[in-house]
């Protein structure tokens, strides 16, 4: 703000206070005296030339002068200049009783004391207003309100509206807990195998206790920094370049987080800290295409196990389930095996029981199942005569075909619902009446 500016603001306000001041205090005056029946003939606020003025019902002239320092009340009968006292005594029989010098002195020393009087108790009003501004005091959802009693400690305030001792007695320093702040810190730095590496690293952090954090360390930021800086040392000293520059970010950077809180608790800060990022290390130029081939290879080593592990796990469930499914057939085919054994054994031993007990009959019947199961997967019928050499051969399926040319629609349907099996029936039931014939 300019220096002119800056004075031009206080003299305005110089002048408005002195004017509301001039006020209460000859308000105060005519307030009196007209309560004692005086007139007042004018209520100026300021010296000189009047500005702008005008005229009440009780003919009080009501005037701004054109010179703003101070005010005045002009009472009738009220004189403050020896030269006009001579004109006091001429006033006239009707004007006395609202004249100011013919008041009794209890009603000219009210009138006199009501302006102090009325700046007294403007100045209580603006005390208690003052008293009760001040005393109230609103804490943000954020802050703690740490309370001091001529400079000490004494209680602690929560968020919301708070009363307090007016100043100088009592003070309330605002304490923002809620806002999360951040350090970072960027340095080249040894590690444990004796090679230096650019290290960087972000602190988040906040205010857990407001009165730790403003009476038991003296400067709490770069406390914090030298802190974090300490602790960043100790352990990217205690740790392998290798190990810093791949996956030790992670594990380093809760270790720093850890060792740094444990220091501040030790301090008794009031500083909590909400977490701590390390960005990716670099190592020293020099050497950095060797590192960068190192972690090549490394990555490379990597994908080859991944991959490896991908077709391991791959192969092994399809070999355990191609011999799981080996062992079950393997036990379906033993089983079904063993079975039919089983069952052809128990159909012999069946065989036998009857054979014994028919041996003739059962003969045939063998025979008869035979020439049955035989027969059964072909079409063409072997007829012998027995009163010739000649063989008679059937070709039933070639007959059926003809047969079928040659008939009618009638005759069709006929034969179609007529198998080849039934015509082999037939045939059978005669070969088997031939051959107990001859026997």
Do not use: C
Not at 183 to 202: G, P
Not at 224 to 237: F, K, M, P
Not at 260 to 266: A, C, G, T, Y
Not at 352 to 380: C, G, H, M, Q, W
């Amino acid at each position: 703000m300019p220096r002119t500016y800056t004075g031009s603001y206080y003299f305005f306000s110089f002048i408005v206070l002195l004017s509301i001041i001039v006020f209460v205090h000859e308000w105060g005056h005519y307030w009196v005296a007209r309560r004692n029946n005086v007139r007042v003939e004018v209520f100026s606020i300021g010296f000189g030339p009047e500005i702008f003025g005008w005229t009440n019902d009780a003919g009080t002239r009501w005037k701004i002068s054109a010179i703003p320092l101070g005010g005045y009340v002009k009472m009738l009968g009220q004189s403050d200049l020896p030269e006009e006292d001579e004109n006091l005594n001429k006033t006239s029989e009707e004007d006395k009783p609202y004249s100011f010098k013919y008041k009794s002195l209890a009603q000219r020393s009210a009138i006199v004391f009501a302006g102090p009087l009325a700046n007294f108790i403007l100045a209580i009003i603006l005390l208690i207003a003052w008293l009760v501004f001040d005393m109230t005091y609103l804490i943000d959802q954020q802050q703690k309100g740490v309370v001091l009693r001529f400079g000490k400690h004494v209680s602690t305030l929560n968020p919301g509206l708070n009363i307090r001792l007016p100043r100088p007695i009592e003070k309330v320093r605002k304490v923002n807990v809620g806002q999360v702040r951040s350090i970072t810190h960027k340095a080249s730095m040894l590690t444990q195998d004796e090679n230096i590496v650019d290290v960087e690293v972000a602190v988040q952090w906040r205010i857990g206790s407001a009165t730790n954090f403003l009476f038991n360390v003296y400067d709490p930021f770069p406390t914090l920094r030298q802190v974090t800086e300490s602790a960043v040392r100790e352990v990217i000293g205690k740790s392998e370049l290798d190990f810093v520059l791949t996956e030790g970010r992670s594990e380093i950077a809760q270790k720093i987080q850890i060792l740094i809180q444990d220091v501040l608790d030790d301090y008794e800060s009031g500083i909590y800290i909400s977490s701590v990022e390390m960005q990716p290390a670099k190592p020293p130029e020099e050497v950095k295409a060797a590192f960068d081939d190192a972690i090549k290879a490394r990555e490379d080593e990597q994908r080859l196990v991944n991959e490896a592990e991908a077709y391991r796990n791959d192969i092994i469930p399809k070999a355990r389930g191609a011999a799981a499914r080996l062992r079950e057939e393997s036990n379906g085919y033993k089983a079904r095996v063993i079975a039919k054994s089983e069952g052809e054994a128990s159909r012999f031993e069946q065989l036998l029981t009857e054979y014994k007990r028919a041996p003739k009959v059962t003969r045939e019947r063998l025979y008869i199942d035979a020439i049955e199961s035989v027969f059964s997967n072909t079409n063409k019928v072997l007829i012998d005569n027995e009163n010739g050499n000649s063989l008679m051969y059937l070709p039933i399926d070639r007959l059926i075909d003809k047969e079928v040319k040659r008939s009618s629609s009638s005759t069709f349907k006929s034969l179609e619902n007529q198998s080849s099996s039934t015509v082999l029936d037939n045939v059978k039931n005669n070969l088997k009446g031939r051959l107990r014939g001859t026997r």
